[in-house]
């Protein structure tokens, strides 16, 4: 029998009730916060956790670096090491990991998901000019002056032994109908080399040497400001870099897409990030 917080049991001893044990989950999505890999943003399941480190994605500030004591010397919510523009408050435009298959985003048809990322078949042929998809952003009250996109990616085949292999990004200037890429490529002409391409419409191109393997995991990114473009490639074997200047313009969400042209690959996660 317990009443006015004592029990008292059947041999006639008074007991106090049993202590109340409370646990903290500040976020109220049952994960204790002593567990929770996002403690003070609500994310039940925890598996969403693109780099492995010790932040969720949701709250990770550069979800696609595993780092975790990351520095954010800005205070905008994007981590120094992925942020455009780390002296300047910016938004994260958009972080997808292909957690939920493949995306509606639009684009050309042959896509698939594949073990928490995204696959891409791309002959490279006459018959196929090329695979897209557009990512989904949008222009209202954003521009693209001071902006960064970075891509995780792989190839797992390079397609026929002839023409051109290449995956990245590219954007796409509507008013002068000409782009611009950024991308891990293969000539496909006898010696073929391996390299990370800068280029645009207007003929401008830069390159350097990458020694970039099949069935290996790159982090690639473009980052612009103003007129100026830098393309840089990291992986097992170091980082390589390429910049240069050009007049094509991303006007709109719609002109920026992940890319693929002879390989078979994989893209594992995007994430965009600007003012």
């Not at 903290?24 to 969403?48: E, F, L, M, Y």
């Not at 050309?108 to 078949?121: E, H, K, Y």
């Amino acid at each position: 029998m317990c009443t006015a917080g004592k029990c008292m049991f059947e041999t006639g001893t008074i007991m106090p009730d049993a202590p109340v044990i409370s646990v903290s989950d500040r976020d109220h999505d049952g994960v204790p916060d002593t567990t929770d890999n996002c403690p003070d943003v609500a994310n039940p399941d925890q598996t969403a956790n693109e780099d492995g480190d010790r932040f969720g994605d949701v709250c990770d500030l550069c979800p696609q670096l595993p780092d975790n004591a990351p520095t954010d010397g800005d205070r905008d919510g994007i981590g120094d090491a992925c942020d455009p523009n780390p002296a300047a408050a910016d938004k994260v435009w958009l972080f997808e990991g292909f957690h939920k298959g493949l995306p509606a985003w639009p684009g050309s048809t042959n896509w698939s998901p594949t073990s928490d990322q995204i696959r891409v078949t791309a002959g490279g042929n006459a018959t196929d000019p090329g695979e897209y998809l557009i990512l989904p952003l949008t222009s209202t009250g954003r521009t693209f002056d001071n902006f960064s996109i970075t891509v995780s990616i792989l190839v797992e085949q390079v397609m026929g032994s002839r023409g051109d292999h290449d995956i990245g990004i590219s954007i796409f200037d509507e008013t002068t109908n000409q782009g611009l890429w950024c991308e891990m490529y293969q000539q496909g002409t006898l010696p073929t080399k391996n390299i990370v391409d800068l280029g645009d419409d207007n003929t401008l191109g830069t390159s350097a040497p990458f020694a970039w393997v099949n069935n290996t995991t790159y982090r690639l990114s473009l980052v612009r400001r103003g007129s100026s473009y830098t393309c840089s490639v990291v992986g097992p074997i170091g980082t390589q870099t390429v910049s240069l200047t050009s007049q094509i313009v991303p006007r709109s969400g719609a002109a920026v897409t992940i890319e693929a042209f002879g390989v078979t690959g994989r893209f594992a996660s995007v994430f965009v990030a600007g003012p």
